[in-house]
């Protein structure tokens, strides 16, 4: 099965490689769309999320990537740090919800 995934993901790229390549794509304009979609997608989730944690570091880490590195260069180092705040918070909040539940069953 695993054989039939790693297949179908190498003939779909080859695929998709060899199309990309034959089929011309006016990509005039994609610049602006996605960064509209960016942006919709922000405030829908702004609007809709209580915990807004996420979005903060997410602006945070972005304005001090951009401040550091420049407008050329900044997404990768921005999103690095959103990675590792994201990830150690929930580290944090796992094991502060695992020393609860411990706590409750005392």
Sequence with gaps: LSTLDQSYWIIGSMIGGVAGSLIPVASTGIDLAMTALSIVIFVEQWLEKKNRFPAIVGIVASLISLLVFGKDSFILPA????????????????????????????
């Design 79 to 106: 999103m690095i740090i959103i990675m590792v705040v994201l990830l150690s918070n929930h580290r944090i909040e796992e094991k502060k919800n695992k020393t609860g539940e411990v706590e409750k069953n005392d």
